[in-house]
């Protein structure tokens, strides 16, 4: 257990509609990640958070956004959903926000998208 | 593009032998990471190596860099068959943020 928590687990939801992926990191924290992981495209970045601010941008479509919180947890949402979205979503974390620190990945959200 | 790409792409070995998968990267790094993944899980940190290190060493693993042919290995001695999953390099592209860029990954399954 990593101690990095993601939920939805699952999610099966039509095109064009918009959901919301919810990510905790480990205690002490203070980087989120998102990553993208699907069969085409292998494991994408898209977004980074050092405590609460934008920090790097990867590739992220304009039709996703994310945020973090005061508590440090961060949300991922997609909008517009197409059927190429369908992937897993993974959340991780680090200490600082350099590259120089290990990055502890959630169990993932699987986004199925009809 | 990702800016790591690994080989094999797959690797089937017996119980007891050595694993070795390579890694390419396009530009130059400050750290090179390795992780595993288990089918359809989440990633796991096996071990980082800085830009000025050339090899490190943690339990059966061992990575060697090469930053001159910009490549990377990751040795597994005496593998077992919990070792069977997919393996991953990934390099911070020399950039100060903690953005990973992740290669394609090489799948190993060692059979016992």
């Known amino acids: 257990d990593s101690g990095v928590t993601q939920t939805p687990k699952h999610l099966i939801t039509a095109t064009g509609q918009r959901v919301t992926l919810r990510c905790s990191p480990r205690?002490?924290?203070?980087?989120v990640y998102w990553y993208q992981q699907s069969l085409d495209q292998g494991l994408q970045f898209l977004i980074q958070?050092?405590?609460?601010?934008?920090?790097a941008k990867g590739n992220i479509l304009e039709r996703f956004s994310a945020q973090q919180f005061p508590d440090l947890h961060s949300e991922l949402n997609l909008s517009s959903l197409e059927l190429g979205d369908s992937a897993l979503y993974f959340c991780?974390?680090?200490?600082?926000?350099?590259?120089?620190?290990?990055?502890?990945f959630g169990p993932g959200t699987r986004l199925t998208v009809t | 593009s990702q800016q790591g790409e690994e080989d094999p792409q797959a690797l089937s070995i017996q119980e007891g032998e050595n694993a070795t998968m390579n890694c390419s990267y396009k530009?130059?790094?400050?750290?090179l990471q390795w992780y595993r993944q288990n089918s359809g899980r989440g990633l796991v940190h096996l071990i980082l190596?800085?830009?000025?290190?050339r090899e490190k060493h943690s339990g059966r693993l061992r990575v060697t860099l090469d930053t001159s042919k910009k490549s990377s290995s990751l040795l597994i001695t005496a593998s077992r068959a919990a070792d069977t999953a997919s393996y991953f390099c990934?390099?911070?592209?020399?950039?100060?943020?903690?953005?990973?860029?992740f290669g394609q990954g090489t799948t190993l399954q060692v059979k016992p």
């Open positions: 990934a390099t911070d592209g020399s950039s100060n943020t903690g953005k990973l860029i």
């Open positions: 205690s002490g924290d203070l980087s």
């Open positions: 190596i800085r830009s000025n290190e």
């Open positions: 958070y050092y405590n609460g601010e934008e920090r």
């Open positions: 991780a974390s680090s200490p600082q926000g350099q590259g120089a620190y290990e990055q502890y």
């Open positions: 530009t130059s790094i400050n750290n």
